[in-house]
């Protein structure tokens, strides 16, 4: 079982920066697909982005982070999430997730296995 706890949120104004890291325990995860999603009070779960393994290789992106945020895997058990130019659209609570990887990207949040606790992002006007 893997166990995830992001770390990073807060608030800020819009125009600044954030920066969101998950730390992941129980077993090793670089062949994992780790990924963010985010959820606003009213509405679905969103992706916002994943990695689909620890050496880099393929990257997906939601249409409304695309160019603003940027994930990277920082070591086989941390994912982070920088969040650049953010917009106050883009308040709401971020978990980050993990799933096994077949070799293709994921971006349904039903598809994966493991959820952290959320934190939360709120971004002023």
């Known amino acids: 079982q893997v166990q995830l706890v992001e770390s990073g949120g807060g608030l800020v104004q819009a125009g600044g920066s954030l920066r969101l890291s998950c730390a992941a325990s129980?077993?090793?995860?670089?062949?994992?697909?780790m990924g963010w999603f985010r959820q606003a009070p009213g509405k679905e779960r969103e992706f916002v982005a994943a990695?689909?393994?620890?050496?880099?290789?393929?990257k997906y992106y939601g249409a409304s982070v695309k160019g603003r945020f940027t994930i990277s895997r920082d070591n086989a058990n941390t994912v982070s999430l920088q969040m650049n130019s953010l917009k106050p659209e883009d308040t709401a609570i971020y978990y980050c997730?993990?799933?096994?990887?077949?070799?293709?990207?994921?971006?349904?949040?039903?598809?994966?296995?493991?959820w952290g606790q959320g934190t939360q992002v709120t971004v002023s006007s």
């Open positions: 997730a993990a799933t096994p990887s077949i070799g293709t990207m994921k971006t349904q949040a039903s598809d994966f296995e493991s």
């Open positions: 129980g077993r090793t995860v670089g062949s994992y697909i």
């Open positions: 990695s689909i393994n620890w050496s880099g290789g393929i």
